[in-house]
Nanobody, 124 residues
Framework: QVQLGEAGGGLVQAGGALRLTCADS????????RGWFRQAPGKEREFVAS????????SSADSVQGRFTITRDNAQTTVFLQMNSLKPADTAVYYC?????????????????WGPGTQVTVSS
């Protein structure tokens, strides 16, 4: 069974960097796609980035392109989100999710399991 847990969130100044991790304690990681989403107070959950089961195909939202990078380490059942040049607008709870089809993508409904989230706060 997929069991996701995020880590690495925190408080950072604008222009700084954070690295989020998402581990699958159920150790079913390697055949599934992973996505990162975020939700700011009063706003809907939105797509940030995704990576397919092989790690060969990634996609990201326009708002984070060139600043955020998603990677995965199948041997350690972990996916990473490197976030650079952070802005106050990036402040949100960040969620990791699993897509059992292995394809990934930006649609929330495509994902089957979600982690509890980790808070990222960027101060100006």
């Amino acid at each position: 069974q997929v069991q996701l847990g995020e880590a690495g969130g925190g408080l950072v100044q604008a222009g700084g960097a954070l690295r989020l991790t998402c581990a699958d304690s159920g150790r079913t990681f390697s055949v599934y796609a992973r996505g990162w989403f975020r939700q700011a107070p009063g706003k809907e959950r939105e797509f940030v980035a995704s990576i397919d089961w092989s790690g060969g195909r990634t996609s990201s939202a326009d708002s984070v392109q060139g600043r955020f990078t998603i990677t995965r380490d199948n041997a350690q059942t972990t996916v990473f989100l490197q976030m650079n040049s952070l802005k106050p607008a990036d402040t949100a709870v960040y969620y990791c999710a699993t897509d059992l089809t292995g394809a990934g993508g930006s649609a929330l409904q495509q994902y089957d399991y979600w982690g509890p989230g980790t808070q990222v706060t960027v101060s100006s």
